[in-house]
DNA sequence: CGGCTTCTTGACCGTGCGGTCAAGTGTTGT
DNA sequence: ACAACACTTGACCGCACGGTCAAGAAGCCG
């Protein structure tokens, strides 16, 4: 869009982000419409089209903005710990964390996956996330602490466990984060079997 | 919908479940419209509601299919096979081979747990696959061959690396079957570190 | 105050949707 | 041959959607 906003104006645009985001979360995208979203906030539609150029731009917005939220967490988490395998774990624990304040971007995220639109974008940003594992993965192969495998693979392993128990036990129950990542931890360590 | 087929109306119905089903994983369900399902099969708009009652009811009957299809190709798989651990590795293979012969089910099954009308039924459908996989897990505990921790957690574990693992490698990329299995069966047994 | 920009309104538009149905065509059993 | 049933057609309906815009309100600066 690229609109010179006042500080009142960058509210509202936030406002409708917010508010857009967990109606899509919990009714869908496309059964969400525009009307609901304006009238949820009380406001007239024309406000929607200042700020956005159409629905689709909103929600790529809302995308972008949850990556680099979720992303900011795990920088932050593991800022400059030397164990790679403890960066890897305080990554798990900090995604947990963010996610358990942000449940709604699940079902963004899954249905970001299913719509041609929008799953490059969603790709995007889970490849650095990707990358960020990987990184570690191979500090610690270096370091012997890692089983000697294609990292990459091993990466995605860790952002599957995480993510699947993380859905499972703190979206639709909802555990005490601390011990879902203490599972999940366990479980990217060691496996089925243990040490 | 209820209503007496023949043999050529199976077939119909067949047909309009498999395209529409392939139409839905790739432009999305609510995007895909009746009128273009009907228009690829080159027939009338009756058909369809013919066959269903409404856009709905077949989303659900495909989605019903495929959990089937799934569930069938993994209890094939690990048939009578005595070893709990060795079950849930042919269970990983088997469910891999069927994904790799039924990509587009991932976008369904994604969609499918945005929504609140179709989540239920999509949940339903993993809960038995995670009960399968806890009996093994179960199994292998009391055999000493997996540590002794929730088998509800270590399933989802299981769950989460697989379908991670293939919808990288699988999916977007087409890898060989037989590694990402490996991969998948060596993460889940040992994690990052190894035995 | 006046003038400029930012923001807001809501009636309105064209379009395409999911779903209906009266009419007709094949097919099957007797 | 005939009736009964299974299936197919496509024009049509009402509606709600995403998006537009002329008009005006509110905030800000000289």
Known sequence: MERRLTARGKERRQQLMDY????????????????????????????????????????L??????QQGMRRAQRVAYGDEPDPVRRIELGIRASLRWLEENRHVYNLFQFAATEEQFAPALRRGQEVAVADVVRHIKDGIVEGKVRDVDPEVLAHGVLGVTNQLSRIYLRDRHDSVEEIADAAVAFCLDGLRGP
Do not use: C, M, N
């Open 20 to 59: 857009a985001a967990t109606r899509f979360a919990e009714g869908g995208y496309h059964p969400t419409s525009v009307a609901e979203i304006v009238q949820g906030l009380g406001v007239g539609k024309g406000v929607f089209y200042w700020y956005f150029d159409s629905k689709e731009e909103l929600f």
């Open 61 to 66: 917005e809302i995308l972008k903005e949850a």
